[in-house]
C-alpha cells in the first residue's frame, strides 16, 4: 500500500505562487508515475501534470503549461508541483496521484493510489 500526503496549498493572490509537495510513504515511489490533479467546485476533476518515473518526461494540461513545473526527489520520495503567476482560475483541490507503472498519463483511472488532497485558492 502507497500513502500520499499532500502539503503546501493554501491562499493567495493572483501572480502569486505556491509550490506543492506530495509525499509517499514507500520506496515504490520511486518504481511509478507521478501526477497531480485538480477538481473546483461543481467540476470534474481534471489532469493538471504528471511526470515519469526517472523524472525526464512530464506532461502538462494546456492551461498551466509555462506556470506549473511538476517535479520528483526520489530519495526523498517526494514530488512537487512549483505553481507560478497563479490564476483565480487555479483554485481548486489539488491530488497527488501514484501510478500503477512507470509511464506518465493523463487518465485519472491509470494512477493506484490517491492523496486527500490540499485545498488552493487565489483571489483576484
Known amino acids: 500500500q502507497v500513502q500520499l500526503v499532500e502539503s503546501g496549498g493554501g491562499l493567495v493572490q493572483a501572480g502569486d505562487s505556491l509550490r506543492l509537495s506530495c509525499a509517499a510513504s514507500?520506496?515504490?515511489?520511486?518504481?511509478?508515475?507521478m501526477g497531480w490533479f485538480r477538481q473546483a467546485p461543481g467540476k470534474e476533476r481534471e489532469f493538471v501534470a504528471a511526470?515519469?518515473?526517472?523524472?525526464?518526461?512530464?506532461y502538462y494540461v494546456d492551461s498551466v503549461k509555462g506556470r506549473f513545473t511538476i517535479s520528483r526527489d526520489s530519495a526523498k520520495n517526494t514530488m512537487y508541483l512549483q505553481m507560478n503567476s497563479l490564476k483565480p482560475e487555479d483554485t481548486a483541490v489539488y491530488y497527488c496521484?501514484?501510478?500503477?507503472?512507470?509511464?506518465?498519463?493523463?487518465?485519472?483511472?491509470?494512477?493506484?493510489?490517491w492523496g486527500q488532497g490540499t485545498q488552493v485558492t487565489v483571489s483576484s
Open positions: 514507500r520506496r515504490t515511489f520511486s518504481d511509478r508515475s
Open positions: 496521484a501514484a501510478g500503477r507503472g512507470p509511464y506518465p498519463n493523463i487518465l485519472a483511472g491509470t494512477y493506484a493510489y
Open positions: 511526470i515519469n518515473w526517472s523524472g525526464k518526461i512530464t
